[in-house]
């Protein structure tokens, strides 16, 4: 496994990200048990979470079974940097979502609960919140790290000058502010180049992508789909990219097969090869989706390559950040 500082912070995490949405949902608790002892046995430390996780609200049922997976000692929660979020609507009550300080107070107490753990590493915020000043936003996030439950602070869907607010009023606390950004950002989405990877680098924040594959999409999807699987490319992102994006696919999966790379770990190894970023996350449904991600490690993109798929797949106008992207 590879290394690397989570953004400006001496923190080490891996350069893969293991995400945990389906754990619930998609994966059973055994089997997530199963995913993440092979990540640690992979060397991949950097787990990432969200108090909405398993989709029944005010549940958190994501965050349990990673709670009850680290209850059973061995190490497991010391090796891990723990990441999970706050924002998403937990109850039917007005205060029971967004980033007041007493949502953000509480929904801490709450995820520190479920995962049984004392701290959380990493603690996002799942969504900007226009309604609630930076003061209070920082107010609380520099209680909980005062009191020990809060380590670092991130960030999730944020606009670059969303990421620029925010640093400002921090700096104003003298406090660090935000290590990390989580933003969608694949092949087929390049929007965050604009702006957001930009102000992510100038204030020192590692850029976490999610949804890596776009849903699955960038796989090997028609590979897969003419061999009879594929399941996730039938619905959703992927889908719908499909729909849009099939012949660049087509041509996708054979420049892949040139290259001698899965599609999935060329997608996964560009984003590795990009300005600014940490660690995709991958979110393994089971061992062998797992052990397979780490293929992506080992693609090296030579300047061709890098080129081939900035045809197949242009970044928005004329690339790289803006306002040069889209003016003289």
Same mark, same amino acid.
């Given at each position: 496994?590879?290394?690397?500082? *989570?953004?400006?912070?001496?923190?080490?995490?891996?350069?893969?990200?293991?995400?945990?949405?389906?754990?619930?949902?998609?994966?059973?608790?055994?089997?997530?048990?199963?995913?993440?002892?092979?990540?640690?046995?992979?060397?991949?430390?950097?787990?990432?979470?969200?108090?909405?996780?398993?989709?029944?609200?005010?549940?958190?049922?994501?965050?349990?079974?990673?709670?009850?997976?680290?209850?059973?000692?061995?190490?497991?929660?010391?090796?891990?940097? *723990?990441?999970?979020?706050?924002?998403?609507?937990?109850?039917?009550?007005?205060?029971?979502?967004?980033?007041?300080?007493?949502?953000?107070?509480?929904?801490?107490?709450?995820?520190?609960?479920?995962?049984?753990?004392?701290?959380?590493?990493?603690?996002?915020?799942?969504?900007?919140?226009?309604?609630?000043?930076?003061?209070?936003?920082?107010?609380?996030?520099?209680?909980?790290?005062?009191?020990?439950?809060?380590?670092?602070?991130?960030?999730?869907?944020?606009?670059?000058?969303?990421?620029?607010?925010?640093?400002?009023?921090?700096?104003?606390?003298?406090?660090?502010?935000?290590?990390?950004?989580?933003?969608?950002?694949?092949?087929?989405?390049?929007?965050?180049?604009?702006?957001?990877?930009?102000?992510?680098?100038?204030?020192?924040?590692?850029?976490?992508?999610?949804?890596?594959?776009?849903?699955?999409?960038?796989?090997?999807?028609?590979?897969?789909?003419?061999?009879?699987?594929?399941?996730?490319?039938?619905?959703?992102?992927?889908?719908?990219?499909?729909?849009?994006?099939?012949?660049?696919?087509?041509?996708?999966?054979?420049?892949?097969?040139?290259?001698?790379?899965?599609?999935?770990?060329?997608?996964?190894?560009?984003?590795?090869?990009?300005?600014?970023?940490?660690?995709?996350?991958?979110?393994?449904?089971?061992?062998?989706?797992?052990?397979?991600?780490?293929?992506? *490690?080992?693609?090296?993109?030579?300047?061709?390559?890098?080129?081939?798929?900035?045809?197949?797949?242009?970044?928005?106008?004329?690339?790289?950040?803006?306002?040069?992207?889209?003016?003289?």
């Amino acid at each position: 496994m590879e290394y690397t500082n *989570l953004g400006r912070t001496g923190l080490s995490v891996s350069r893969l990200c293991l995400g945990t949405m389906n754990f619930g949902p998609q994966t059973s608790e055994p089997d997530s048990y199963a995913v993440m002892d092979r990540a640690l046995e992979h060397g991949i430390n950097f787990f990432d979470t969200a108090n909405i996780y398993g989709w029944q609200a005010g549940e958190g049922i994501t965050e349990q079974i990673i709670g009850r997976w680290f209850a059973q000692g061995g190490g497991r929660r010391e090796k891990v940097v *723990l990441a999970t979020k706050v924002y998403g609507k937990m109850g039917d009550w007005p205060n029971e979502q967004g980033l007041s300080a007493r949502h953000i107070i509480r929904a801490c107490e709450d995820s520190l609960r479920r995962l049984q753990t004392d701290v959380i590493d990493l603690y996002q915020m799942h969504h900007v919140s226009r309604a609630t000043p930076w003061e209070e936003i920082w107010q609380a996030m520099e209680t909980l790290v005062a009191q020990g439950k809060v380590v670092y602070v991130g960030s999730s869907n944020f606009a670059g000058w969303h990421i620029g607010q925010a640093q400002a009023a921090a700096q104003r606390r003298n406090f660090l502010g935000l290590v990390s950004e989580q933003s969608i950002y694949n092949l087929l989405t390049r929007a965050v180049e604009l702006e957001v990877v930009p102000a992510a680098q100038h204030y020192g924040l590692g850029i976490i992508p999610w949804s890596p594959l776009h849903g699955g999409l960038l796989s090997g999807a028609l590979r897969k789909m003419a061999e009879g699987g594929a399941a996730r490319s039938a619905a959703g992102r992927a889908a719908e990219g499909l729909a849009e994006h099939r012949p660049t696919i087509e041509a996708y999966e054979k420049f892949c097969a040139g290259l001698g790379h899965d599609p999935a770990d060329v997608a996964l190894g560009w984003l590795l090869s990009r300005p600014g970023v940490t660690a995709p996350i991958i979110g393994p449904r089971t061992i062998d989706q797992l052990d397979r991600s780490l293929g992506a *490690l080992d693609v090296r993109l030579d300047e061709a390559a890098l080129a081939r798929l900035d045809e197949l797949f242009p970044p928005v106008g004329k690339g790289g950040p803006g306002p040069e992207a889209w003016a003289w």
